[in-house]
């Protein structure tokens, strides 16, 4: 007989789609560099060459590709990944540092933008971490020295004096003499996530050292974060940028961790506490604080994500309900699953060879994630701030695969024996198989590989707890515990299920709340209906590609042949 698994929303198989587009940016006319940016509105639409195409787009992609094929199995456009990685490599200076190139259409010069760096050490983390290739820990460890050697260093603060390095140093000496350290946040703040990650990778000893100074700079010293919680929102802190202020708390927030600090983590809960507070429930975040406060980036959305699970994993518990409402709604919707309101050319006729195409480009699209989305729209083009931008961009595209990855990678987690389901989607592992039948039902079928001690079944709050019920299924037998039951709530919004064995069915209910909600976002008012933690419709409706009105709920969950992939060795960020 045919395996059959909900028809519900699957990670893995989002991360498919978002390989097409990974690899769908390729520029096959200009060696394969990825055009960075694109505009699905305009007819036909088009992508775009920028300054970002370099170390950050190409690091973003590899970084995006390997994780997508960890999760998936996917080897679509493996050909042109490895392009991506040979290109990316000739950046590299021999000063450790990646450069950007000139470009006859660009108006940029060829330095070392610090923000790309970012982007680059991500990708050599992935790719080591994949493959154990000497070669990729020689350019790491050298690119780590490189982070390190230009910092400006000072008693108990290392930063960095301006966005850009050149091979000839830093471009102002006089910077560096009095003492600036512009936006701490974009160009050091970001960069402690993947030096901390390299550390605990290979140990590398420089990688540590730059996170203890960042982490040093942007707490004590850098004035991002106010007392309150809330970003700066001047203009030399880029006006409260999200994206930067967000990277820089999922840093703060992972150090902490491995640390084991945990006034860090309440200092990282306090901005990430305000920042949720300037968001939507759902994951729409603003720009920043100022003129690109009505336009979201996914890659801002998937650093409250990786920030939310580190707190989770820190105690904060209450922030995997936080997670799982992002995935499940802003993420995910945010992604280009269908084409019917993109316009594609059939030819290259019109194209500006090596700067913009129109040619397929919403099918080489296909599984991208928008680059500034509206609440309600995958377009945003609102009368306010900047108006209409980008739709796609690469880092985007990115960001969201990464997202993907981050919230696959801790459905299940296992600890001393105990394995915990922390959010109610698809998945397979070598433990248990989660099958979610959410937003339909209220009911997940775990199938156990396994036998182990505790298991730990997170329960949104809105299902209350005395009308839980498991029911175990194994071996002929069958036992039925309530939620209402003492003592089987050992951790705080977790139903506790002890000594499990290998083959059995557990089969957890709960019933499902409804409501709706009113949210504030770009100048308006929206009004937000949910079924548990799904938005299933939401008022006033985009105009482009409206977001979450295309939902159908049925009272019995559809179903479909097919499997969870399972991987042996998952990859670890």
């Known amino acids: 007989m045919t395996k059959q698994i909900p028809d519900t929303l699957t990670l893995e198989e989002r991360a498919k789609l978002a390989v097409n587009a990974a690899v769908g940016l390729a520029d096959h006319e200009y060696g394969f560099i990825p055009f960075f940016s694109g505009n699905l509105i305009e007819n036909p639409a088009s992508m775009q060459h920028g300054d970002w195409d370099y170390g950050s787009t190409h690091g973003r992609l590899i970084d995006a590709l390997i994780l997508a094929r960890n999760m998936s199995g996917s080897s679509l456009g493996d050909d042109i990944e490895k392009h991506y990685r040979e290109n990316f490599m000739s950046f590299f200076a021999e000063d450790g540092l990646s450069y950007r190139r000139e470009h006859p ?38 690119h780590v020295a490189a982070l390190k050697r230009i910092t400006v260093k000072e008693k108990d603060v290392w930063y960095y004096p301006a966005s850009e390095y050149t091979k000839d140093g830093w471009p102002s000496a006089n910077a560096v003499q009095l003492r600036l350290a512009p936006d701490p946040a974009s160009f050091s703040g970001r960069l402690i996530m993947p030096l901390l990650k390299y550390h605990e990778l290979t140990g590398n000893g420089d990688a540590l050292e730059l996170c203890h100074y960042f982490v040093n700079l942007i707490v004590h010293r850098s004035g991002v974060f106010n007392e309150d919680g809330s970003f700066n929102s001047a203009l030399a802190y880029r006006s409260g940028h999200f994206h930067t202020r967000l990277g820089t708390l999922d840093g703060l927030a992972r150090f902490a961790l491995f640390k084991r600090d945990h006034s860090l983590s309440a200092f990282v809960k306090k901005s990430y506490d305000w920042a949720l507070s300037q968001s939507t429930s759902f994951g729409w975040t603003p720009g920043d604080m100022q003129e690109q406060r009505y336009e979201h980036e996914t890659c801002s959305l998937v650093d409250l994500i990786s920030t939310g699970i580190s707190l989770a994993r820190a105690g904060y518990t209450e922030y995997w309900s936080v997670v799982e409402r992002f995935l499940r709604n802003h993420l995910t919707e945010s992604q280009l699953i269908d084409l019917d309101w993109v316009k594609s050319a059939d030819s290259t006729a019109n194209d500006e060879a090596g700067w913009r195409t129109h040619f397929q480009v919403g099918e080489r699209l296909l599984g991208a994630f928008a680059g500034y989305s509206a609440p309600n729209d995958y377009a945003c083009d609102v009368n306010y701030g900047r108006g209409h931008i980008n739709d796609v961009q690469a880092c985007c595209i990115g960001s969201g695969t990464r997202g993907l990855f981050l919230g696959w990678r801790n459905i299940v987690t296992e600890d001393n024996g105990a394995v915990s389901v922390n959010l109610l989607l698809n998945r397979g592992s070598k433990w248990l198989d ?14 156990i590989h396994e036998g182990f001690k505790w298991l730990h079944i997170r329960i949104p709050k809105w299902a209350g707890y005395s009308k839980v019920k498991a029911v175990r299924m194994g071996a002929g037998e069958s036992a039925v515990i309530e939620g209402a039951k003492p003592s089987v709530w050992m951790k705080p919004d977790y139903f506790t299920v002890s000594d499990v064995r290998a083959g059995e069915k557990i089969t957890v209910t709960f019933p499902l709340l409804e409501e709706t909600t009113i949210e504030y976002a770009v100048g308006q008012e929206f009004r937000v209906t949910w079924r548990g933690d799904d938005v299933v419709h939401i008022s006033p409706e985009g105009e482009y590609r409206p977001f979450y009105n295309h939902k159908t709920v049925s009272e019995t969950a559809p179903l479909k042949a097919g499997d969870l992939h399972r991987v042996e060795d998952e990859l670890d960020w």
Do not use: C, F
């Open 434 to 447: 989660v099958m979610s039948y959410l937003p339909h039902e209220g009911k997940v079928e775990l199938q």
């Open 105 to 142: 259409h660009g108006h940029w010069k060829e330095t070392a933008n610090l923000i790309d760096q970012r982007s680059v050490l991500l990708a050599l983390t992935s790719w080591y971490m994949s493959t154990k290739d000497e070669n990729v820990k020689q350019a790491a460890d050298a």
